[in-house]
């Protein structure tokens, strides 16, 4: 069970950071968009569980992420 955890969590930071890399999007402009703060952005990108479900969907709206990045943050097939 921790191996699945610990696999999901590393998806969802995967996903998290190939969105960013395809918008051209940093830290600094999650925290500019006042989505979160940079520093709390990595602390919650590292343990993705501590993210919120509104704190995807506010990602979301600068990330957009595809459905496959949906898929490995939220653990599930749509």
Same mark, same amino acid.
């Given at each position: 069970?921790?191996?699945?955890?610990?696999?999901?969590?590393? !998806?969802?930071?995967?996903? %998290?950071?190939?969105?960013?890399?395809?918008?051209?999007?940093?830290?600094? /402009? %999650?925290?500019?968009?006042? %989505?979160?703060?940079? !520093?709390?952005?990595?602390?919650?990108? @590292?343990?993705?569980?501590?993210?919120? @479900? &509104? /704190?995807?969907?506010?990602?979301? &709206? @600068?990330?957009?992420?595809?459905?496959? &990045?949906? &898929?490995? %943050?939220?653990?599930?097939?749509?």
């Amino acid at each position: 069970m921790a191996v699945a955890m610990k696999e999901r969590n590393h !998806s969802a930071e995967a996903a %998290i950071r190939n969105a960013m890399f395809r918008n051209n999007v940093t830290a600094k /402009d %999650i925290e500019k968009h006042k %989505i979160m703060c940079e !520093s709390t952005f990595y602390k919650k990108r @590292l343990t993705p569980r501590l993210f919120t @479900l &509104e /704190d995807f969907w506010k990602l979301n &709206e @600068l990330l957009h992420f595809n459905q496959y &990045e949906m &898929e490995l %943050i939220l653990g599930r097939r749509f």
